[in-house]
């Protein structure tokens, strides 16, 4: 990736993309202060888990996933959002004062939310399920205004993280109610809370913007994008009917939302195999976010048959739980937000170096890497069976083998990243120095 040259001229027809206000908040700035949060959030994160695992503490065990998930994830989900809405649209990123606003209240939510579970404080988890909650409102209100400043009609690319942010205020409101000790007879709130937060929060934001980000990725465009309508509307229904069906403890409910879940994933697949099929030179962060996809479809026709066999509860708290949850949280998600972050960290580290291009592929170590997360996922989600236990073992070493790997290679993107940030910035053209705003003049001196 190179700069353009100063002189070239704009292109008949094409207004030239204006520079940044002074002061104005990057793009890159945004994702970088979300992120942020989030590893703070994930090294507290496995400070509880290694509690849990040596401790006596069996609480512990939810504080992990309450940091991992409500703290690391789901900042990580804002940010990028917001960044990949301001690409997107072709708009400058949300005021200062709202991303502050904006990381104030999830973190005060989350921590709150965090102390009153664990101290069983139920005014203190109540006060932090409204901070989570306004958290959410500022994000729509930023998203509603990226979507105002921009001339751009891609609208899908807000449509999506707005559908998430009302799925996680509905599984935040239920997850107060379990701390409560509410519960339906013969339904889950746990069950409509999972399906909200996990399909419902991160499912819906990772779906739709793999719709225009796996295409950047590849260098391709998406070749069915009428496909997209029908995908967001099966993904958000089978969301809603899902968790509907298991706060009602009904099969047939149940059962149809995991059917509509396969066929926007179905619908997803068929969109990013066209990329990927017209793609060349894939970086490892391409070649993981596409090795991802398979398991979605995998996980949610494992849920949609277990359903259909054993019941409502099968594929949650039933019997298939652990093979779905290796398939969609390991394998989907793990590996879609590994690529995600490989490549986002690798734009970051170099976006103050005008000109600086993206590593290049490495061909044998990128299919060697993403080929070992397969197995290992794979080993994991077939241990699963009764009479496939034997691969547990082996499945569990070769994800730490894995999660090892990425995790070094996301550190270095990281130290570059720091080096990068902390370097001065490049210095600034005089054409762009004399197209600047004027300060006010300076006082004479009577």
Not at 87 to 108: C, D, E, G, S
Not at 304 to 314: K, N, P, T, Y
Request: charged share 10%; with cysteine.
């Amino acid at each position: 990736m190179t700069a353009a040259p100063a002189a070239t001229p704009a292109r008949a027809g094409r207004c030239p993309r204006r520079p940044l206000p002074q002061g104005a908040t990057r793009p890159s700035d945004v994702l970088v202060r979300f992120l942020a949060n989030g590893v703070a959030y994930l090294v507290a994160a496995g400070a509880a888990g290694a509690w849990d695992t040596f401790g006596n503490e069996p609480r512990a065990h939810w504080l992990a996933l309450h940091l991992a998930f409500v703290g690391a994830v789901s900042l990580m989900v804002l940010g990028a959002s917001q960044f990949f809405a301001t690409a997107f649209l072709m708009t400058v990123p949300p005021p200062k004062v709202m991303i502050r606003a904006q990381l104030a209240t999830w973190n005060a939510g989350t921590i709150l939310v965090a102390v009153g579970v664990f101290e069983r404080r139920e005014t203190l988890t109540d006060i932090g399920a409204a901070a989570l909650l306004a958290g959410l409102v500022l994000f729509a209100f930023a998203l509603r205004g990226l979507m105002r400043s921009s001339l751009q009609r891609a609208h899908w690319a807000v449509r999506w993280y707005l559908a998430s942010a009302l799925c996680l205020g509905a599984g935040a409101i239920l997850g107060a109610l379990m701390a409560r000790g509410t519960w339906i007879a013969g339904g889950s709130i746990l069950g409509a809370h999972i399906a909200l937060n996990v399909g419902g929060w991160f499912g819906t934001a990772i779906v739709g913007t793999l719709h225009t980000f796996y295409p950047s990725l590849t260098h391709t465009q998406l070749r069915h994008p009428r496909l997209q309508a029908p995908a967001f509307g099966a993904w958000v229904g089978g969301v809603t009917v899902l968790a509907l069906g298991y706060a009602l403890g009904a099969d047939a409910i149940v059962v149809l939302g995991w059917l509509s879940l396969t066929v926007a994933a179905t619908l997803l697949a068929t969109n990013l195999i066209a990329s990927r099929r017209a793609a060349t030179d894939l970086r490892l962060p391409a070649r993981l976010v596409g090795a991802a996809q398979p398991f979605l479809v995998a996980g949610l026709v494992v849920a949609l048959v277990g359903a259909i066999q054993d019941g409502w509860l099968a594929p949650l708290p039933g019997p298939q739980r652990d093979a779905v949850g290796a398939l969609l949280v390991t394998g989907w998600v793990g590996l879609t937000v590994s690529g995600s972050l490989l490549h986002l960290l690798s734009v970051l580290a170099r976006v103050r170096t005008l000109g600086a291009a993206l590593p290049a592929p490495t061909p044998r170590r990128d299919v060697a890497i993403t080929a070992a997360a397969v197995t290992a996922v794979t080993a994991t989600a077939l241990a699963q069976a009764s009479a496939l236990d034997f691969l547990a073992s082996p499945a569990r070493l070769a994800l730490a083998a894995v999660a090892a790997t990425i995790a070094a290679l996301l550190a270095a993107e990281l130290r570059a990243i720091a080096r990068a940030f902390m370097a001065p910035g490049p210095p600034v053209s005089p054409r762009l120095r004399a197209a600047a705003p004027a300060g006010p003049a300076p006082r004479r001196a009577r």
